[in-house]
């Protein structure tokens, strides 16, 4: 258990819709990253959050968004849903905002389907 | 901006060693190497840091080379529990943490 909850585990959409994942870092992290992981494939950096401010940016699509809350639990929001988000979202945490300072805990991430 | 791994994948038997490699076109700050079985989440294994600083696992060693850009990680004795896919990131100066494809290893009996 690495201590970063993530929440759905599993969530069935169709196409057109909004979703929201949820993630809550290991106590006492500041920093939270979304990585998206279609099947079988790499590990698609979205974006980064430290201590409620946007650290970083990836590839995340407009129709994405995200937050990271006073209490630092993290949100990814996914809208317009498209056939190819169905992909495994994991959100991470470490505790710098500095990347290389320190490890990344990975949830278990959220599988997506979009049908 | 992606780091480049190779090989993709390796079959190794048990007690044999492996060589995963790792490249990148920018300048990098650190290199991360984890490992992700399958379904379930990547798992850290070692940090790199610009400088020589190495942080990490005590059965498997890595390189960094930041002249080059390059890191290898070198699993020696092979255990069937070193299957996995195993990932490079790179941090670069502007914080964010980027992942190559993976390199798909299989320790076999």
């Known amino acids: 258990d690495s201590g970063v909850t993530q929440t759905p585990k599993h969530l069935i959409t169709a196409t057109g819709q909004r979703v929201t994942l949820r993630c809550s870092p290991r106590?006492?992290?500041?920093?939270v990253y979304w990585y998206q992981q279609s099947l079988d494939q790499g590990l698609q950096f979205l974006i980064q959050y430290y201590n409620g401010e946007e650290r970083a940016k990836g590839n995340i699509l407009e129709r994405f968004s995200a937050q990271q809350f006073p209490d630092l639990h993290s949100e990814l929001n996914l809208s317009s849903l498209e056939l190819g988000d169905s992909a495994l979202y994991f959100c991470?945490?470490?505790?710098?905002?500095?990347?290389?300072?320190?490890?990344?805990?990975f949830g278990e991430g959220s599988r997506l389907t979009v049908l | 901006q992606q780091p480049v791994q190779s090989p993709q994948a390796v079959i190794l038997r048990e007690g044999e060693d492996a060589v995963i490699n790792c490249s990148s076109s920018k300048a990098l700050y650190s290199v991360h190497w984890y490992r992700q079985k399958h379904g379930e989440a990547p798992v850290f294994l070692m940090i790199?840091?610009?400088?020589?600083e190495q942080k990490g696992h005590d059965k498997i060693s890595a390189s960094f080379n930041e002249k080059k850009q390059q890191s290898s990680l070198y699993l020696t004795a092979s255990q069937l529990s070193y299957s996995g896919t195993y990932f490079c990131?790179?941090?670069?100066?502007?914080?964010?943490?980027?992942f190559g494809a993976g390199t798909r290893l299989t320790v076999k009996p």
């Open positions: 106590s006492g992290d500041l920093s």
């Open positions: 991470a945490s470490s505790v710098g905002g500095t990347i290389g300072t320190g490890e990344l805990f």
């Open positions: 790199l840091l610009k400088g020589g």
């Open positions: 990131g790179t941090g670069g100066n502007n914080n964010d943490m980027r």
